[in-house]
């Protein structure tokens, strides 16, 4: 159902209800004053029978009368209808029997047909043509809210437009303030979203970028070590197949052994790279520790100040993911772009929240912050455990990454099933 409807069903309604109370008063206060006028010409007809006016004069005055009715009566009338009666013996309204001989009377009674379809004829001139003002009120209503609605349509026209990823046409200016304040808000909107596309843009170009040069690293490193490696050995197993001498085969055998080792690291230094298996092993704070302390080792001229505190803190493997990775890019931003000598490292846990601060007395961000891979990189982490992510990078203070995850109670009836 169209608003127009809702809103002309309404006023139908209100004012179906409203007429019908209002004919109904109006119909009463007819009804009060007819009889009352009647009432008036039955008492003056008694008071000139009274005073002995002859019956002639009476039926002329009565006549033109539209309060009032004479008719002549031949016969005996009934012993409960006397010929001549007062106000004080029977109802006001009662007819008034005026005896002309015996045996023939002039009766007058009440008339109210003629005014009371007078009145109501001019009355229901008076409703037709407020029906017809109505009706034409709803029409000039329909057509300004049809008028009022073009700038609503033309809205979602472009919403419909832009959910598809085209361009909508620029919207036209409404005489409606209201009206404004929404055009205005999906002028933003759209301005906002294709700022987002692009830096999604910029960023997928990033990453397909990051990613070729991880393909192109994980292939130099497989090639140019482990495959070396690898053809060195297969080299040393034909000379133990084929060697006669013992000292020859013995030099082979420790080679052989020595390249499987360096295999066996570099392959735990790829799975490293790609995964942080110290999680699988360890708890979270553990793993932080160990990462902050390979970079205190990796940065001697920085001063660290670390606090993680996460005794309380109840591990979960693919949060404990994004949290490392969250902990990990931030740490690479500062000793990669910084310049920083001292760094402030500041994690803390427990069962219903989990707080990361890294900050830094760098050359910051300037004004403007750029939305680069790592900050990407880190929100998107933020987003996937439902946490909150800010980066500031107040002038002359370096940068602050943050983070703030506020942690979910599992209910009773979980718990115990989980015992």
Not at 44 to 68: F, G, K, T
Not at 289 to 297: A, D, F, I, K
Request: proline share 3%; net charge neutral.
């Amino acid at each position: 159902m169209s608003g127009f409807t809702k809103i002309s069903t309404a006023i139908v309604a209100v004012f179906i209800s409203c007429f019908l109370m209002f004919s109904y008063l109006v119909y009463f206060h007819i009804q009060n004053n007819i009889e009352e006028e009647m009432t008036g010409a039955l008492n003056q007809v008694r008071e000139m029978v009274n005073l002995n006016i002859p019956v002639a004069d009476i039926e002329a005055i009565v006549e033109p009368s539209p309060h009032l009715s004479a008719h002549y009566f031949t016969g005996r009338l009934q012993a409960e209808q006397p010929s001549v009666m007062s106000t004080t013996e029977r109802n006001a309204l009662a007819p008034v029997i005026i005896p002309i001989q015996e045996n023939q009377y002039l009766i007058v009674t009440p008339f109210d047909t003629t005014e009371l379809t007078q009145n109501l004829t001019f009355f229901a001139l008076v409703a037709g043509l407020f029906f017809a003002t109505f009706v034409l009120l709803l029409f000039t209503l329909k057509v300004a809210i049809r008028q009022r609605l073009v700038p609503l349509n033309q809205l979602a026209e472009a919403l419909s437009e832009l959910r598809k990823g085209k361009d909508a046409q620029p919207l036209p200016h409404s005489d409606i303030t209201e009206m404004n304040r929404v055009l205005d808000q999906f002028k933003h909107l759209q301005n906002a979203l294709k700022s987002k596309e692009k830096q999604l843009i910029k960023i997928d170009k990033q990453l397909a970028l990051l990613q070729e040069q991880e393909r192109s690293y994980l292939a130099r490193e497989l090639h140019d070590n482990v495959g070396q490696l690898l053809t060195t050995i297969k080299a040393h197993a034909y000379i133990l197949v084929n060697a006669r001498e013992r000292a020859v085969v013995e030099l082979s055998a420790q080679k052989v052994q020595v390249m499987s080792h360096q295999i066996s690291d570099a392959i735990r230094k790829l799975t490293a790279h790609l995964h942080p298996l110290v999680l699988d092993r360890v708890s979270l704070q553990a793993s932080l520790e160990r990462l902050v302390y390979e970079q205190e080792v990796a940065q001697p001229d920085t001063q660290w100040d670390v606090s993680i505190n996460l005794k309380r803190y109840q591990q979960d493997n693919e949060r404990d993911i994004h949290l490392y990775r969250f902990v990990q890019e931030a740490i690479n931003n500062v000793v990669k772009h910084a310049k920083a000598t001292q760094v402030s490292v500041q994690i803390d846990g427990d069962i219903h929240r989990v707080s990361v601060v890294v900050k830094d007395n760098g050359r910051g961000l300037g004004r403007h912050i750029v939305e680069n891979i790592g900050m990407s990189s880190m929100r998107s982490r933020a987003r996937c455990i439902g946490a909150s992510c800010s980066v500031t990078s107040p002038t002359g203070s370096g940068v602050t990454v943050s983070l703030q995850l506020a942690l979910k109670q599992p209910s009773l009836v979980l718990g115990g099933n989980a015992a």
